[in-house]
């Protein structure tokens, strides 16, 4: 691709320094900092990053809650032609362990807190790693305000760096956003997604939620989730403001949707429900005035206080199908009001295909494979070339998921084709949870499965199998699993049984689910 047709995130910040000279680009507690602030001070944090061997190709990782570092560290791998990664802050040590051996990072930007045990037993597990490659730890506590340049060592290095812009042309086609997904296997997996897929889906998202200067988002879920990221990028890309905060805190998103005018948040049910009612005092009374949020109807309180959104995003009831490897969305509802898909038309920048299992492309009405092409796929996945060639075979993406074409051309999601338990807005992979239970040397074999939650959409339980004389309790194989993965991931009920049904080799799911009532599951 000639330089002239080039255009990545780095170049994204690049013209809006110069066209919007005054615009807020970032609020972040007290720090709010315009368009040419946020790109001084990618500048700096590029620069010294490059002075301490960050280079194209080479991954940066982020450990920590959102914040407007996390958008610093993209970018300034953006101009450095290498590949950011924000993990999972809620991972056990273990996890955290399993990425660092997994990316080999140059550099990692962490936070500390109650953080802080988990990131330094991890950083301690693979300090013995033969031929572990040395990286450059940088501890991200502090306020991100050049005021206060002493506050941590983020804000040093950043001092310390010259302002003047290091990157060149780097090429559009190149990863720089990497996020685990599916872990199918028993090991989540690193999907690369290119500035030019990047840029792709923001032009899509722009048409369907109406984004445009001005537009405002509440980063209010987690930014190492897509459904969180493909806003904040947008927003971005329109030369918007993004708002951060570091979780979710009902109370707290309400008074900034009304502080700063908050078009946007990532937010599904319980989170929507909890903004409705911290918004009331003890008298009924409102505290804040939500009236600028645009958002979906969802229920009579949440309707009274926010303005139902017009937009084709929030008028169709939000959403789609999509996954991390399409940079978010390969459907939309809204480009399909009416239809009798349940998750509307594809993308104006992908093609979809249902395939057999030959690859052959089905009739209308037929259950496959969900495959797809265009310019918002992602690039492959970190370090797993046999995964990434079958992934991406015949020059199209294999979803993984089951789907069908209707008679009007809309797309209807059934389910993964692999099966995985969705709680709140999480995936849970029983392969995952399986894999973790045994570990625990009282657990000769176990089984996941999903129950439904009213709250929650499902919720984790656990069907395992002891060792002959061991008798673990409920309680502390729930503390083992959760020792080893993220809290939202341990099973919530533990059942015990002699022996386990199996179809083959797997447990035999179908049983487990009618025997211990299982259900629930995505797309059913």
Known sequence: MSAVHTLTLADVLREHRRSRPATTAAVDGPVRLTYPGLDARTCRLARALADAGTGPGDRLLYIGRNSVRLQEGLLAAARLGAVFVPANWRQSAEELAFVLRDLAPSAVLWQGGDLEPAVRAAREAVAGDPGRRECLWIRCDGPADG???AADPYEELIASAPEDDPGGDTDASLPVLGLYTAAFDGRPVCALLS???LIAHDAALFQVRRIGPGFTFLNSGPLFHVGTMMFNLATFHAGGTNVYMPAFDAAEAARLIEAERVDHMFGFGPMLDAVAEANRDGDGALRHD?????FASHSPEWDAQVTVGTDPWSASG???YGQTQ??????YLALGPGGEGAAGRPSPMVQVRITGSGGEELPAGETGE??????SLFSGYHARPELTARTLSGGWHRTGDLGRREADGTITFIGPRLRMIKTGNENVYPAEVERALKAHPGIA?????GVPDDTWGQRVAAV???EPGARPTEEEVVEHVRGLLASYKKPSRVVFTDALPKDGHLPDYAKLDAAYGGGGYPGG
Do not use: F, K, N
């Open 464 to 466: 395992v199998q002891c």
């Open 147 to 149: 005021d206060t340049a």
């Open 445 to 449: 074999d176990a089984a996941v499965i």
């Open 195 to 197: 500035h030019a897929a």
């Open 318 to 320: 939000m959403g789609g």
């Open 370 to 375: 969900i495959t797809a092409r265009g310019p």
């Open 326 to 331: 399409a940079c978010g969305m390969l459907t």
């Open 290 to 294: 939500l009236s600028s949020l645009h």
